[in-house]
Nanobody, 119 residues
Framework: QVQLVESGGGVVQTGGSLRLSCVSS????????MAWYRQAPGKQRELLAV???????SYPDSVKERFTISRDSVKNTVYLQMNSLKPEDTAVYYC?????????????WGQGTQDTVSS
């Protein structure tokens, strides 16, 4: 059974940085895409960054100057470097792995890690 486990969350002051890690286990194949999402209280889950095999990375305009995704495709591990953090970045951050294997889609989620940015 595939599991994704996030780590690296915590409390940081405005302007600080955090580096999140997501380690997977139980997969026998390389994920097509790995991504980071976040969900703040009372808001919808928001896509932050995607790392796709052979297609590089992409970000929404809201974070592209501050967040960087990196990936170890062999280990199915993904990281998110977050700089210049703001109080509005406070949220639960989730790791995701998704794609298609032999005609069947898959979509795995971690349990989330809380990041709090204090003003």
């Amino acid at each position: 059974q595939v599991q994704l486990v996030e780590s690296g969350g915590g409390v940081v002051q405005t302007g600080g940085s955090l580096r999140l890690s997501c380690v997977s286990s139980g997969s026998t194949f390389r994920f097509d895409t790995m991504a980071w999402y976040r969900q703040a209280p009372g808001k919808q889950r928001e896509l932050l960054a995607v790392a796709s095999s052979g297609r590089g990375s992409s970000y929404p305009d809201s974070v592209k100057e501050r967040f960087t995704i990196s990936r170890d495709s062999v280990k199915n591990t993904v990281y998110l470097q977050m700089n210049s953090l703001k109080p509005e970045d406070t949220a639960v951050y989730y790791c995701n792995a998704a794609g298609n294997r032999y005609g069947r889609g898959y979509d795995y989620w971690g349990q989330g890690t809380q990041d709090t940015v204090s003003s």
